[in-house]
């Protein structure tokens, strides 16, 4: 029996026999599609020849958008993202054409062999560019809580900035993927890298021209994702098909690293403008923030995206007075999309940012600055109207201030920094209050399809994906706990979507959630069902009169009084077989009580909040600008752990990733909007050399969530934005060059680039004021 702290999929992850689509090989018929997409960011397509790439060896067919039987896009509800570009093209990455070849060598000599004329128009390729010309993608979004203009009439203090917040590139294992396989009926089986199956389903049935019922899709497993499959994967499934179709044969498209980097979307990138009033305490009492996102050249999930940066905008901090406005921009750039927080850094990173420089503008440290703001049971609602409960902040406060030796180490830092004139050491305290749940509300809802053999082995379908993150070892928890079997009893089936329809996708942190829950709903309706049975069978067996409670466990059925009068859930399946009680079930489950009213921007959209801490010390190399991340430490909120392996792999995972963000992860694009660093070898994310020396991470205990399936918490997005502990750590390690007289210039990500500038800048501002005072 395996260990049941084990993912899943653990086994076949080390041996290397876990397959994804890029390891199936279904027929020997099989051919090979490649997307040529475009070279130019913005122009009008004038002509185009695909002669001489038909003429290649081994090309069977190559299509464009004339040759799409259904409808030529891929987003149905803003209709702006066409499947493959007809009169012009949006950005560098756009599908023009589809290619059908026997081998890859074929496929890429062909794609050098199309010609295609271009007319260049105009392109937008920044935040700023955009808001100059007033490309809007939507109209701007607004929340607003009590009286910000006039607060600030009587603010004892006022602080004012902007803050440009970089994009970031998903880098999941495994490219996008997919395989087509014509069915009999005309009708098309999908296997897809896919966070959301169902959306994937009915993106290829509308491209296609066919009913849903018509278009399976099956997702196996992820080699990651991030939120980076959610809405795009569907994409890639869409022309997969579309090759499928035509060719009349089954098709795979997997993409090479650097075609993924330069079509997929990215995490937005933002720029943004604050304003702070505050007490000479440090206690906020009005804060005024505009948001800007690129959202590239479509929707995709922008709006949904920046509906969330706004949702966390105040993150931890109870805020009496706050405007947050809200505006996505469109550019000619490849459409962003989501990504693991799903706008929620974005926002934070704001007011993480302006409590930092309140505290450094007090001459008090900034942990004290953020406790005494922190929400409180009087204290408690946000900004959306939302009433904040069962708040963890003041429980993980004093214990990861002692867990890290928080002033301690600050006094060392002081130290340290008084004798080291080229290196400087930083730290940085911040939390994370992370909302869970859809903030569109109708996704917050999930089925499944539990199935019992007669033998009392469990087949689990549910409509959840797995990506790396444990979802199916969850699942299989969930269902063992509640049947009371050993976990090998139980499998967890590929997701497909003619077992569970209408499924949400994987994200927002909730798919344990919401399938967890789902998978329960349907053991209760089998259990009930055996109830009789079980009753019946134990009265008969030990002559027992009456039958109180039934306990599962170990395998076993019982009265509670009599634990050690018992049958075997397998005899008992076999009975119920016999008495003709189905064994199998649906189950559902929507979560209760969210809602938000759009109207006046106030409701309850989220369940529960999650909630984390992380202190982080930094070192940085004033010659390099390089930084060294010397301690983390985290204490985090789970609830209820259903797997502590697996969530305390979540915390760390989400945390270095945040980390990348952060510290050295950056978009480069050149005035023409190529993305020069498409590559592993030029973009740059968190390797081994790059981890915290010392690392502790603790899972808060002895606080359940009664809110959600065995009283545990989402854990998937929450620890991303732990990693603003060290990207405040590398500002006060560059404050210190100024001995904190001055407010450095900062960004993010604080790469190299940045600490350098920002050192030098406070270098020069600490000459001129000694030169001052020369004189």
């Known amino acids: 029996m395996k260990n049941p702290n084990y993912h899943n999929s653990a086994i076949q992850h080390v041996t290397g026999k876990a397959q994804y689509i ?122 607003e809580k009590g009286t910000p203009d006039i607060a600030f009439q009587t603010s004892q203090h006022q602080l004012e900035g902007e803050l440009y917040i970089g994009g970031q590139e998903h880098w999941y294992l495994e490219t996008q993927a997919s395989i087509a396989i014509p069915l009999e009926d005309g009708g098309m089986k999908i296997y897809s890298s896919s966070q959301n199956p169902t959306e994937t389903q009915l993106a290829v049935a509308e491209v296609l021209g066919l009913p849903a019922h018509s278009v399976e899709c099956e997702v196996l497993r992820m080699g990651g994702a991030f939120s980076g499959k959610e809405s795009q994967a569907s994409h890639f499934a869409a022309w997969t098909a579309l090759i499928a179709h035509a060719a009349k044969r089954p ?58 940066s706004m949702f966390h905008a105040e993150n931890a901090y109870y805020i009496p007075n706050v405007r947050i406005t809200a505006t996505a921009w469109k550019t000619n750039l490849p459409s962003n999309t989501a990504f693991r927080g799903f706008g929620g850094p974005q926002g934070m990173a704001v007011i993480e940012n302006a409590i930092d420089r309140m505290a450094h503008y007090l001459g008090k440290d900034a942990a004290e600055i953020r406790l005494k703001n922190f929400y409180t049971e009087q204290r408690n609602e946000t900004p959306y109207g939302q009433i904040v409960t069962e708040n963890r902040l003041h429980a993980i406060y004093p214990e990861i201030i002692k867990k890290s030796e928080y002033f301690q180490r600050r006094q060392r830092i002081t130290e340290f920094n008084l004798k080291h004139q080229y290196q400087k050491r930083g730290l940085a305290l911040t939390p994370v209050k992370f909302g869970i749940s859809f903030t569109t509300s109708f996704l917050n809802q999930a089925g499944a399809l539990v199935v019992i053999y007669k033998d009392g082995t469990v087949l689990i379908n549910h409509g959840g994906t797995e990506m790396g993150q444990g979802l199916h070892t ?53 259990k009930n069902r055996l109830t009789p049975v079980a009753i019946k069978m134990i009265k008969e067996k030990f002559k027992i009169e009456t039958v109180e409670e039934l306990i599962y466990k170990s395998g076993t059925v019982y009265d509670s009084r009599f634990p050690d009068k018992y049958i075997t859930f397998a005899q008992l399946t076999k009975q119920a077989h016999f008495e003709q009680v189905s064994l199998s079930a649906t189950g559902f489950y929507k979560t209760p009580e969210i809602f938000f009213d759009k109207s006046i921007e106030k409701g309850k959209p989220f369940h529960y909040y999650a909630y984390g801490m992380a202190v982080s010390e930094v070192e940085i190399d004033l010659f390099t600008g390089r930084s060294t991340i010397l301690s983390v430490h985290i204490i985090h909120d789970v609830g ?20 990348g963000w952060v510290t050295m992860e950056k978009l480069r694009y050149n005035e023409k909007g190529e993305l020069l660093n498409y590559s ?33 918490k989402a854990v998937g997005e929450p620890p991303f934005m732990l990693a603003f502990s060290v990207w405040l750590a590398i500002k006060d390690a560059i404050s210190a060059v100024g001995n904190h007289k001055f407010e450095p210039p900062f960004e993010l990500p604080a790469n190299a680039e940045i600490i350098l500038l920002a050192t030098k800048s406070l270098q020069e501002k600490s000459a001129n004021l000694l030169t001052k005072q020369d004189q």
């Not at 996102?293 to 949904?304: E, I, K, V």
């Not at 209820?640 to 979540?650: A, E």
């Open 22 to 143: 890029g390891d199936m090989s279904l027929s020997e018929s099989m051919l090979i599609g490649r997307v040529f997409y475009s070279p130019v960011a913005h122009a009008r397509i004038l002509h185009y020849d695909l002669s001489e790439a038909m003429k290649v060896p081994g090309v069977i067919d190559i299509l464009d958008f004339t040759r799409i039987p259904g409808e030529n896009q891929l987003n149905p509800i803003a209709n702006d993202e066409p499947c493959l570009a007809e009169k012009t093209v949006q950005c560098i990455g756009q599908a023009i054409f589809l290619i059908a070849a026997e081998n890859e060598d074929a496929a890429v000599e062909a794609e050098r062999k199309i010609y295609i004329d271009f007319e260049p128009l105009p392109a937008i390729l920044s935040i700023q560019e955009a808001m100059a010309k007033n490309n809007k993608l939507a109209p701007t979004r607004k929340f």
């Open 251 to 308: 098709v795979k498209l997997v993409l090479h690293r650097d075609d993924d980097q330069k079509i997929t979307g990215k995490r937005h990138r933002y720029y943004a403008t604050y304003k702070i009033g505050f007490t000479s305490e440090g206690e906020i009492t009005a804060y005024i923030v505009d948001l800007n996102s690129d959202a590239g050249c479509a929707t995709d999930l922008s709006m949904a995206i920046l509906e969330r």
């Open 474 to 526: 969850k699942i299989k928890r969930i269902a063992a706990e509640e049947l009371g079997l050993e976990e090998y009893m139980v499998k967890v089936n590929a997701t497909n979507t003619s077992k569970v329809p209408n499924t949400s996708p994987t994200a927002a942190s909730s798919g344990t959630d919401l399938n967890g829950m789902a998978v329960k709903n349907a053991i209760e309706t089998i």
């Open 640 to 659: 209820n752990s259903i797997n502590h392996d697996i969530d305390m792999g979540q915390v760390a995972g989400g945390f270095i990733q945040g980390m």
């Open 680 to 712: 592993p070898d030029t973009y740059k994310i968190p390797t081994i050399g790059d981890l915290p020396k010392e690392f502790s991470i603790e899972l808060l205990e002895g606080y359940p969530n009664p809110k959600a399936v065995m009283q545990s």
